[in-house]
């Protein structure tokens, strides 16, 4: 099935989301939708699944111009399309997933189980998928639900597969089978449209290239091979972007966080971090690598006070901060970064202003007696919001209204704007773009040349290689190898990280 | 959104200029209520209808209810006297509400709070009023907030959800009350039954409109109602302690990643939230009752809970559901007198509007043309 | 016809529209007590009052029923707004909240079932009923007819127009052990302590039939629920166990015509007759002759009573039925005190 988007606009009020685009899709290929956050590119494919009409412009298979009124005509079309968020029902098995809605049913109107499973079976056999139809979909892994999803769409006999940002959930492994599953589909034929703002992986799985900025497709290849990381994230910011980040060269202070045989227990008898020592000194950015899950959350939570530790010690600029309440350590100059920045970092429904001060609130600028001062908070909070380049119309809008990378760079705004000594970032750029990353990074950088300690947990090796002036690599609770940042090499690094150093 | 990104440049002036609330949000907050009530009154014609009641009748009742409610001075002072205690305990759920505690045991808090008021309202003979006012209510305040806080701390040590814990402590409340109104201190003398002393004339809040009408009720609880709203928003939204309350309530995690102490602010909130229905107690038994009997609570703490959620957990909102209800009340006590409706239409009634007020999907697939385009204004946003 | 006589005839008519709409113009509102104006009991008797005055001196009846004991002073208060011309309040439990409205419009009358004021009120009269008569009555039949030598009886709440029920229920039993030399027991009142079997509240079924339940596990095989709706979950109660295990002894109404489904567990019933009262108040209210006090339906007066035994006439033995008689003329003369 070939397909050809002929000047899609699509507005909402006055604000065009898509402008003018024109594109090609072709079967057995994988086309890439490159762009940053808010590019278009999820509104362009809504367009195409039936979801959204467009304002003018219009949609042509193989030859024929048609129009969708809704979802249901896009499918029938044979369009598919693998959300980002699952849209699957977790206590049904996955047979029943992908039937839901067109339920194979026996001649008096029951149920068919049997066929449905062994449709499912088919699918399977025929790229490669190894699913279990009757397993409950609660119980497997999220890699394999986004197979139940692939398979429902193939249910459906799409001929084009949509994939918004599949990658986004996936661990590095899982990642590497999800590339395969691409590989067979495209190679029986299907016209594969893989949507990202990942520059490496687009140039691993991508035919062909279209990088969409602001509703406007702003450059194509033909060949990912043609252009380089640099030109394609380039061409997705609207100005060079530097993958290196820039620091002043490396000149450790005294040390400055100590951490000694320290042990935290999860739950009451799993052992989450085993025995850790480890020196952040003033001026030096120290990186952990792991693979997530190896204890690093713990790990972080117990050097912030949020978690009790088991055993060992914890020293501050020379003082035992071990039993420290999370607000003590804050006090002395800690900065925290949580790994999550909606579920931890912060509130989405608050305002910017009350999330910029959601842990200084206390302070003596901020509040008088029982008062808070708003108006000096929501000062603060609009100078800080310039200076970290959150993208904003008002300090008083939501945060659930951000996009990622803004939500992060108030999360660095807020904990980089006061004075602080330590920062504690965990998995600061996660599912960030191309443009927030750069910033976040060389605030980071920023912050180390001013003197502070930096510790850096992230499980994107990439991260850790270019921010770290040393390296410690975690695995199952423990520090198992020390690297210098400066000459450390990506594989023996992702040896460690798998426990074979 | 990204009509924001194409004006980055803005200055910290621009930042800080409070966007208009969208007209979604003023459909939730207005056009959604005055929906929910007219569905949930056509629903109650609808009803009485059903049951046999003429028309006629159920024009007169609804008559009786705008009159019952606000319809002369004597209709007013009973929406009010019933609109106090419903608002004082309301303004407690909604701060519940407000820091993630779902209370459902005003009503004991307001028994106990009612209680300790009483014996605090019938001892101290000899005090001046100006005194004995004041302590008596404190009494009912400090009562309800520690009876509360049982289950704050339940919570904060161990974890036991609150609205188990309150259950039960209601369950417990009662039987206290019982026995509590049967020792011989509280208990009238020449009574057998569970009643109480009455207050002194000290303790009781001054009537307003006596002067007027002797039987007008109304008295000097309204401004306590008003003052608790004043207050409970100031709380909320200009306090840190309040600043606390709501972040924990939104997204306990994050509040704790703050640093905030979440025990504490539950212990805190619950028994702030307790001293509010022990408060709408005190009021009770020193501003209506003069006394408590076992059934003095009358079931407000429970329609507490209806109030705070139609007023959005929103101090105003939670006086403007109190009002509501209280006029319901008042004006369904006249419904009765009058057309002879039963009482209990009154009940489904309430229970309607507070269906409706949860359901906005609802009202706005009911009434399409009240709202603009729901799809449109979503994909503007 | 002749035109005069048609003339006449329709000036009749009209004359007695005026008429009728001019008495219908007394106004008697009722405040019921939480167990509701469909009660089966207290409540519903002296609603059944105002519905007689209705009939037969063709006022206005109204009623408005309380949901909560907060509700009182609140109900009385909006018919003191609403044009009654007597406002009757139901129960002990009002006597309060009526003795304050009473006060504050002293030009408003008032009359009050099951209270009484000392010293009186000039606005209000109080309609109390020497039900220990009657109860006595009752007792002494029990006491004649039990087979396991156990009785029973539970009230409501521990106040004085419940206990009267109980004080002459046990009474009549002493009487007839006295009589007969026989040791029939009553459970659940000891009239001396004032302590006994209260369910604490006037509404729940399920108490009525849980206590009911335990009476006669104890042995009892007739209990007199003194607890308004609570007595017809005991009811509920002999019925699935048949009448020959479990008698019940109705009060304040014949409970075998108002409760027809299970009429055949009821011996007999304590009638409280709220229904004449209620009318005489009335009555005395639209001619002029009402005074506050007290009003005492007696068994002389008929305001109290023994219902009929229904379709437990046969099993009551003759010579019970000629003693009952003699009790009866004894406790009207004053021969036999009820109350030691």
């Known amino acids: 099935m070939e397909i050809e988007l002929r000047r899609i606009t699509k507005r909402f009020g006055h604000f065009a989301a898509v402008k003018d685009v024109g594109l090609h899709i072709r079967p057995g290929e994988v086309l890439g939708l490159l762009g940053e956050n808010g590019a278009g590119k999820s509104t362009l494919m809504n367009v195409l699944c039936g979801l959204y009409a467009p304002t003018s412009g219009e949609i042509v298979i193989d030859g024929r111009p048609v129009t969708f009124a809704g979802p249901g005509e896009a499918i029938n079309a044979g369009i598919g399309m693998v959300h980002q968020h699952f849209m699957l029902i977790p206590v049904f098995t996955v047979a029943e997933n992908v039937v839901l809605g067109v339920e194979p049913t026996g001649r008096i109107d029951h149920l068919d189980l049997a ?387 | 959104m990204n009509n924001a990104q194409e004006s980055t440049v803005g200055l910290s002036e621009a930042l800080l200029r409070r966007a208009a609330p969208s007209r979604a949000a003023l459909e939730d907050l207005v056009v959604v209520p005055i929906f929910a009530v007219v569905v949930a009154l056509v629903l109650g014609a609808a009803a009485m209808l059903a049951t046999n009641v003429d028309l006629a009748t159920v024009g007169r009742s609804y008559v009786a209810l705008l009159n019952g409610s606000v319809g002369s001075v004597n209709a007013i002072s009973e929406t009010l006297t019933a609109a106090v205690p419903l608002t004082l305990a309301g303004l407690g759920i909604a701060l519940g509400f407000r820091a993630g505690m779902f209370n459902i045991g005003a009503e004991g808090q307001l028994l106990i709070g009612g209680m300790a008021a009483v014996i605090a309202g019938f001892s101290f003979a000899g005090l001046p009023a100006i005194v004995h006012v004041p302590l008596v209510l404190l009494a009912g305040a400090l009562a309800g907030g520690l009876y509360a806080a049982i289950a704050g701390w339940l919570r904060a040590a161990t974890g036991a959800h609150e609205v188990i814990s309150t259950i039960m402590l209601n369950l417990i409340s009662y039987r206290l009350v019982d026995y509590l109104l049967r020792l011989d201190f509280i208990q009238r003398e020449g009574r057998s039954d569970p009643i109480s002393q009455s207050v002194l004339e000290s303790a009781e809040l001054p009537r307003l409109l006596i002067w007027l009408d002797p039987n007008l009720r109304l008295h000097a609880g309204v401004f306590l109602m008003i003052a608790a709203v004043i207050v409970i928003n100031w709380l909320l939204f200009k306090t840190r302690l309040g600043f606390e309350f709501r972040a924990s309530g939104e997204n306990p995690d994050a509040a704790r990643y703050a640093g905030m102490k979440a025990g504490l602010i539950i212990v805190l909130a619950m028994g702030l939230a307790g001293a509010l229905a022990g408060l709408a107690g005190a009021n009770q038994v020193s501003g209506v009752l003069g006394r408590a009997s076992p059934g003095f609570s009358a079931g407000i703490g429970f329609d507490a809970i209806a109030v705070a959620l139609l007023g959005r957990s929103h101090p105003w909102g939670v006086l403007l559901a109190g009002l509501l209800f209280g006029a319901l009340e008042a004006g369904g006590r006249q419904m009765q007198v009058e057309a002879g409706v039963s009482i209990d239409l009154i009940g489904i009634i309430q229970a309607l509007i507070i269906v409706f007020i949860a359901a906005p999907l609802l009202v706005r697939t009911l009434f399409p043309w009240g709202f603009r385009k729901a799809e449109r204004a979503e994909r503007e946003e | 016809m002749p035109a005069y006589k048609t ?194 509240n006037f509404e729940s079924l399920d108490d009525g039939r849980a206590y009911a339940q335990n009476l006669y596990d104890e042995g009892a095989d007739i209990v007199m629920p003194v607890a308004g709706p609570v007595g017809l979950g005991s009811a509920a109660l002999a019925a699935e166990l048949g009448p020959d295990a479990l008698k019940i002894i109705g009060v304040d109404a014949d409970l075998y015509i108002t409760d027809p489904n299970n009429g055949r567990v009821y011996l007999t019933s304590v009638t409280k007759r709220m229904d004449a009262t209620v009318t005489e108040v009335i009555e005395r209210a639209m001619n002029g002759s009402f005074e506050g006090g007290v009003l005492v339906g007696t068994l002389e007066n008929g305001g109290v009573g023994v219902a009929p035994f229904h379709d437990m006439q046969a099993s009551v033995p003759d010579p019970l039925k000629a003693e009952l008689e003699q009790v009866r003329a004894g406790i009207i003369d004053g021969s036999i005190p009820v109350d030691e």
Request: aromatic share 8%; with cysteine; glycine share 8%.
């Open chain 1, 115 to 501: 066929r449905a499973r062994g449709q499912v079976r088919k699918i399977n056999d025929a790229y490669g998928l190894e699913v279990d139809p009757d397993a409950l979909i609660e119980t497997l892994p999220v890699g394999v639900q986004q197979r139940v999803e692939i398979i429902k769409v193939l249910f459906r006999s799409a001929d084009l597969v949509i994939f918004d940002e599949p990658t986004a959930v996936l661990t590095p492994q899982e990642v590497v089978e999800f590339f395969e599953i691409v590989k067979s589909l495209r190679d029986s034929g299907k016209a594969i449209v893989f949507i990202t703002h990942k520059l490496g992986e687009i140039r691993q799985i991508a035919d062909r290239i279209a990088v969409l900025r602001r509703g406007e497709i702003v450059g194509q290849a033909e060949h990912p091979d043609a252009v380089s990381e640099a030109e394609l994230a380039e061409m997705m910011v609207g100005r060079p972007v530097s993958f290196d980040v820039d620091k002043k060269p490396y000149q450790p202070g005294p040390p400055m966080l100590a951490v000694k045989n320290l042990t935290v227990l999860r739950g009451n008898d799993e052992i989450a971090v085993d025995n850790v020592s480890l020196i952040v000194h003033s001026a030096e950015i120290v990186g952990i690598a792991g693979v997530q899950g190896n204890g690093q959350s713990a790990l972080v939570e117990a050097l912030t006070g949020l978690t009790h530790v088991s055993g060992g010690s914890v020293t501050f600029n020379g003082q035992d901060i071990t039993q420290a309440s999370t607000r003590e350590r804050h006090r002395l100059g800690f900065a925290h970064i949580p790994e999550d920045r909606q579920r931890t970092g912060l509130i989405p429904a608050f305002t910017i202003a009350e999330n910029m001060v959601l842990d200084s609130y206390y302070d003596d600028r901020f509040s008088k007696g029982p008062n808070m001062l708003w108006d000096v908070v929501n000062t603060a909070a609009a100078h800080a919001v310039v200076d970290f380049d959150v993208r904003t119309s008002s300090v008083f809008d939501a945060v659930d209204t951000l996009s990622g990378g803004n939500q992060q760079k108030l999360i660095a705004a807020r904990e980089m704007s006061r004075d602080t000594d330590l920062l504690i970032a965990s998995q600061p750029t996660r599912g960030l773009d191309v443009g927030s990353i750069e910033y976040i990074h060389s605030r980071i950088a920023q912050a180390r040349d001013e003197g502070d300690g930096v510790l850096i947990v992230s499980s994107e090796l990439d991260e850790i290689l270019a921010l770290s002036d040393r390296i410690l690599v975690m695995f199952k609770g423990r520090i198992v190898a020390e690297f210098d940042g400066a000459t450390a090499d990506k594989g023996t690094i992702g040896l460690a990280m798998a426990g074979r150093y």
């Open chain 3, 7 to 200: 003339a006449f005839v329709s000036l009749a008519i009209v004359a007695a529209l005026a008429a009728s709409t001019h008495a219908s113009a007394f106004t008697a509102c009722q405040v019921t007590d939480t167990g509701g104006i469909d009660d089966n009991s207290f409540n519903q008797t002296a609603w059944k009052g105002v519905l007689d005055a209705q009939e037969s001196l063709g006022i206005e009846g109204r009623f408005l029923e309380s949901q909560a004991e907060t509700d009182y002073d609140a109900n009385i208060n909006s018919l003191v707004n609403g044009n009654c011309d007597i406002i009757i309040t139901v129960g002990f439990l009002l006597g309060d909240a009526t003795q304050k409205a009473a006060l504050a419009n002293p030009e408003q009358l008032f009359s009050i079932v099951d209270y009484a004021y000392d010293p009186p009120l000039p606005n209000v009269l109080g309609q109390v009923y020497a039900t220990d008569e009657a109860a006595f009555l009752t007792g002494y039949l029990a006491a004649g007819m039990t087979k396991t030598g156990v009785l029973g009886t539970f009230g409501g709440i521990n106040i004085p127009p419940v206990t009267i029920f109980m004080d002459g229920f046990y009474r009549g039993a002493m009487y007839y052990n006295a009589k007969h030399e026989t040791k029939v027991s009553v459970l659940g009142w000891n009239p001396e302590t004032r302590e006994g079997l209260f369910t604490n």
